[in-house]
């Protein structure tokens, strides 16, 4: 039997992955919107986001677990 719950929880480390991803992409998005980012910050924010990036891939490509 494969019911939808499992196939979501079938890989818990690339779920956390894809949240943090989705947490620094919000927090750059809500960010600029309010204007108050120094050049400095808006590229350490949009560089944690092209990280979270870099590890979700990373992990697809040692786990095989794309979804
Ligand atoms: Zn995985």
Same mark, same amino acid.
């Given at each position: 039997? *494969? %019911?939808? %719950?499992?196939?979501?929880?079938? *890989?818990?480390?690339?779920?956390?992955?894809?949240?943090?991803? &989705?947490?620094?992409?919000?927090? &750059?998005?809500? &960010? %600029?919107? &309010?204007?108050?980012? %120094?050049?400095?910050?808006?590229?350490?924010?949009?560089?944690?986001?092209?990280?979270?990036?870099?590890?979700?891939?990373?992990?697809?490509?040692?786990?095989?677990?794309?979804?």
């Amino acid at each position: 039997m *494969c %019911s939808l %719950s499992t196939r979501l929880v079938q *890989c818990l480390e690339h779920a956390r992955l894809e949240e943090e991803y &989705l947490a620094a992409r919000d927090r &750059l998005r809500n &960010l %600029s919107r &309010l204007r108050t980012l %120094s050049r400095q910050d808006e590229r350490r924010l949009a560089d944690a986001v092209a990280m979270a990036i870099a590890r979700i891939k990373e992990h697809i490509a040692a786990h095989g677990c794309e979804r």
